[in-house]
């Protein structure tokens, strides 16, 4: 589909699941190599070996990306592995607990924006200095429908979601001249472990919500951040895309 992606190296956080391993395994299709990084060491294995499997190339890494020491950590082994970094997914995050913004417990407040937000700047702090020696590359940050409009009982989710886009932006000025594109990927709801905790009530609820009417599958995002990690997007940084089934334009 994309020969511009052939042998290059990935990291994708939040790999072992949902929507990062969905890019991890595109990306493997497509002959990328692929650093799986996830806070569950088991899942990251677990794709790493089926990208193996499949005749691919991927190494598997335990971090948190809440902590900064972790990601340089993981940063590193990939460089150690695969010698090179052109393409991020700093996807890995949580939904957090579901309160009005009053009642939510300062330390919900805190983990989410710990993951959430600071996570995404803590790999991008410790990327950018290796696509930096390549000459380039391409970010993609993983915010969310709710990156752009307000959800009730969700307020550090919105929030954190909504500084992804703008550090997403900040990053896209300050690089593009470098050759580094920056792009933000803002789902709809997907079926993924995340919205594990919702009923199947709650779910075709969320579904009406969409303008196609239902949920999104794992794939169809990830079939978007492997376009944008692509050549073929050259001329695109800095920018929002919404893979929402139309939940945004309504
Ligand atoms: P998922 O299936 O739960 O995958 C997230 C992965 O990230 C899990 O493997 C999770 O591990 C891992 N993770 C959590 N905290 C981490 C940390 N501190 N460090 C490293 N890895 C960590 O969820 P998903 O739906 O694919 O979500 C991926 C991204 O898409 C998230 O940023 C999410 O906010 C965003 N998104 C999802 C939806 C949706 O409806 N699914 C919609 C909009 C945006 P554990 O399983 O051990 O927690």
Redesign the pocket.
């Known amino acids: 589909m994309f020969a511009s992606l052939r042998s290059r190296v990935a990291f994708v ?9 969905a890019t991890s395994l595109m990306f493997a299709s497509q002959g990328v190599k692929v650093a799986v ?4 060491h088991e ?1 990251a294995e677990g794709i790493s070996q089926r990208i193996e499997r499949l005749g691919g190339e991927a190494i598997a890494i335990a ?4 902590k900064p020491e972790q990601v340089q950590s993981a940063v590193l082994k990939t460089v150690e592995k695969f010698h090179r970094l052109d393409i991020a997914v700093n ?5 957090g607990d579901q309160a009005e913004t009053s009642d939510l417990a300062v330390d919900s407040w805190r983990r989410v924006n710990s ?2 937000l600071d ?1 995404v700047f803590y790999c991008m702090k410790y990327e950018i200095p290796e696509m930096l020696k390549n000459g380039g590359g391409s970010i993609i940050n ?5 990156g752009q409009v307000g959800f009730a009982r969700a307020s550090a ?1 919105v929030a954190a ?1 909504h500084g992804v886009v703008g550090l997403t932006q900040a990053a896209a000025i300050e690089y593009g001249p470098r050759k580094i594109r920056v792009n933000a990927v ?10 594990s905790g919702l009923s199947e009530e709650m779910l075709k609820s969320m579904a009406q919500l969409h303008a196609l009417k239902r ?2 599958e ?1 794939d169809e ?1 990830a079939a978007l951040i492997t376009f944008l990690a692509s050549s073929e997007a050259s001329f695109i940084t800095g920018s929002y895309y919404a893979v929402d089934g139309g939940y945004l334009a309504s």
């Open positions: 956080t939040g790999g072992g699941s949902g929507i990062g391993a990084v996830d806070v569950n899942d971090a948190d990306i809440s996807n890995a995050g949580i939904g993951i959430n996570g993983i915010s969310s429908i709710l989710y979601k803002g789902p709809g709801f997907i079926r993924t472990p995340i919205l949920i999104g794992p995002v």
